[in-house]
Every structure is written in C-alpha cells, then in structure tokens.
C-alpha cells in the first residue's frame, strides 16, 4: 500500500512524502517562489557559438543564459543506427547554430549559484505508459520490465502505432496494459507535442520574438501520481484547502481509472502520520546506523556523493571476511534505500570496508543491484574501480536544490 502525503507550512513550502506500509520510502521539498526548470520547453535565442567548446549559450528569458552542447543538438539515435550515435567530430555546431537563430530547447538540468541551466533540442515528454521523444525513432522497454514475452508483447503493440518522426520509451507502468490504454496515452502525448509545435512556429514567425516558456513540465504532485497509481496508490492526504483542491483538479484532468482516495486534514500536520516527523528527522542525518551496529555517512559535494560503510560497534565473529562481508551487506540494503529517499542524483561513490574475496564482491554487486530495483528512477551499477571503491550512478527524480 502506496500513499502520498503532502504538508503546506505556514511559509507555503511543501513537504511531499511518499509512505509505503507506513515507512518514509521517498521525499520531497517544494519551496513557496522557488521555481524549477527543468523539462520545460522554451523558445530560446542563440547568443553566442563557442566553436572550440562546441557548444552554444541560448537565452530563455531567465537570469542566466543556459548551455547547450553539440551532443544535444546533433542527430539522435534510431532503432536503424541501434541506439549509437555517430562520432562527436564527425558534426560541427556551427552547422546546426548561429547567433540570434530562434531554437526550441528543453531544460535537461537546472541552473544552480555558479551554473545557467543545461538545454537541449531531444525533447521528451513523459505520460502515464509511455515516455514520447519527438524527432528520434528509437522505440525502447524500460530495463525494469524484465520479462522478455512482456517486453516482445509491448514492442508489437507499439511499433505500428507509432508515426513516423517519434521515438517512445515504454514505461514499467506499461507491463501488463492492452493496446488501447497505451494508444490513448500516446496520442495525448502526440496532441501535447503538436500543441508545443505551433505555439513555437507562431511565435518564431515574428520580426522580434521574446524568448519564453512554452512548455510547463509536470509539478512532483502530478508526477507521483502518473508514477504510482499502477502501484498501489490507495490514499492522497494534503492539509491545504488549496493544494488539495489543485489535486483533485490534476486527478480529474488525468482521467485515471483508480479508487484513490483523496483527503484533505485542514489545519493540521499530515506529517505525525505514521510517525513521519521523526522518520524525516533521521533522513536528513549524515550518519545512518545499521541494525548490525555499523554505519553509513553520506556527503555530498558538488561533483558527486561520497558513502562510506564503518563496521562501528559490530564486533562480529571471530571470522573476519564473515563479519566484513554482513556489515557490506547490511550497508548495501540501507545504501537503496537512502538514495531513493535522499533523491541523490549523479555520480555516487561507495566505500565498502575492504574484501580480499572476489566472490564477496560480486554478491554485494548482485545485492546492491536487487535492491535498487524498488527505486523508480534510473540507476546503473557500474562496478568496483581499481581502488576498490563502488561506482554507480543515478537519475534524481526531482531536484531539491
């Protein structure tokens, strides 16, 4: 059982909660006047090529201009170039950029206090089955659908549906749906696309054009229902008459098929649900203690996350490797569950207490790997390096920054 919980403070800052069972699975701050970029779409203006960085700045209409790189503006992959896009220095920016040109970009990375944000012209819009990539015909299975008759069944629902000129990503959420819910998700998202479309051929069509938004990405509420609601999503609770019925507004506007139920707790914290606001408390803590007795610290820096696992109070048994290799995997199992509850994004590097045995760490690999699969958003496990510690990476699923 699956619910979301969401608390306005007096300030209007939002605390979203998603609760599984009554434990704090995932996070999520909202902060009143704090705006996001990312997957909006814009017509921006070039500014200015750099030709040996190939890349560009183009200006949104926001403080900052934002970045664009060759990679983001050259071809995409197709299903007939199997997902491999050609060499970087095959291309040259200034083919496809120049000063002052109108260009249609979406956000890929929000700005921060030292960088404008990251654009480019692959755009993709997501619904409730389907993730829609207009300009590419690579048609892919999310990797979390593991079934290969499963995968096969959604490939040949999708492929002669899809027109030509769109790629698709077949979400989890798909396994199991018939080719009319699917159809229908995709033709939304093609109505959506069009929309965007003539919005921006109008408004390039003008002598002098203001760079602005014309695509709003969809906000965290509406994002995690569109996630859920296949998955046991059974209750929404806000206690803002305003974002409850904002809420029922989106819910309406999705025309889901689901007996969630809405409830609005006027006036009051939703968050001593549950315990939650001691729950929230320790997810916000450096150290997180292992039931073993050892521990986890977790920083974060700008480049990447740095984790590293100490055996602490665990003393063990008299077999060393044994006592290394429980708390690794005990650290592993919290490791998931922090990642997708902090939302860390980018690059993450663990630091296991050391294993002399090759067979330890592939199954701490195999574990780490098992358990990220409760997490929604992108992960790769990429292996030990050299020096021995562990490289993955992961998608964040809303930035917090």
């Not at 902060?31 to 500014?47: M, P, S, T």
């Not at 549906?161 to 819910?181: D, H, L, Q």
């Not at 998955?231 to 809420?247: H, V």
């Not at 001691?278 to 920083?299: H, M, P, S, Y």
């Amino acid at each position: 059982m699956q619910e979301i919980l969401v608390n306005v403070d007096k300030q209007r800052n939002k605390t979203i909660v998603v609760v599984e069972n009554g434990r704090l699975v995932e996070k999520y701050q909202e902060n009143d006047g704090a705006e996001r970029l990312e997957g909006n779409i814009y017509i921006g203006k070039v500014q200015n090529v750099l030709l040996g960085m190939q890349a560009a700045f183009v200006d949104i209409g926001k403080e900052k201009n934002t970045f664009i790189h060759i990679r983001d503006v050259m071809p995409k992959a197709s299903n007939e170039t199997g997902n491999k896009n050609e060499p970087l220095n095959k291309y040259n920016i200034k083919d496809y950029i120049r000063t002052e040109m109108p260009i249609l970009v979406q956000v890929k990375k929000d700005s921060t206090s030292k960088k404008g944000a990251r654009v480019s012209t692959h755009m993709n819009i997501s619904g409730r089955y389907i993730v829609l990539m207009p300009n590419s015909e690579f048609i892919t299975v999310s990797k979390k659908i593991e079934d290969i008759k499963e995968k096969n069944r959604l490939l040949n629902i999708v492929k002669p549906i899809v027109p030509k000129g769109y790629g698709i990503i077949i979400r989890t959420s798909a396994e199991g749906k018939n080719e009319t819910e699917i159809k229908e998700d995709l033709d939304k998202l093609i109505k959506k696309w069009q929309n965007i479309l003539e919005k921006y051929n109008n408004l390039k069509k003008q002598k002098t054009f203001i760079p602005k938004i014309i695509y709003k990405n969809q906000g965290i509420i509406e994002k995690l229902i569109l996630d859920l609601v296949d998955k046991e999503l059974t209750r929404i609770i806000a206690n803002d008459e305003t974002t409850y019925a904002e809420i029922e507004k989106d819910i309406k506007n999705m025309q889901l098929d689901s007996d969630i139920k809405l409830e609005l707790k006027k006036g009051e914290t939703v968050l001593d649900i549950y315990d939650l606001e001691t729950q929230l408390e320790k997810a916000d803590n450096r150290k997180v203690w292992l039931k073993c007795g050892g521990f986890i610290t977790i920083d974060k820096t700008e480049a990447l996350t740095a984790i590293d696992v100490n055996s602490g109070k665990y003393v063990g048994t008299k077999d060393l490797a044994k006592t290394i290799f429980t708390v690794n995997k005990e650290a592993t199992v919290e490791i998931a569950k922090q990642v997708r509850l902090r939302d860390i994004g980018g690059i993450i590097i663990i630091d296991y207490i050391d294993m002399e045995n090759k067979d330890d760490k592939e199954k701490i690999l195999k574990e780490l790997e098992e358990n990220l699969k409760k997490d929604r958003s992108k992960t790769q496990v990429i292996g030990f390096t050299p020096l021995d510690l562990l490289e993955m990476t992961r998608k964040h699923m809303w930035s917090n920054d």
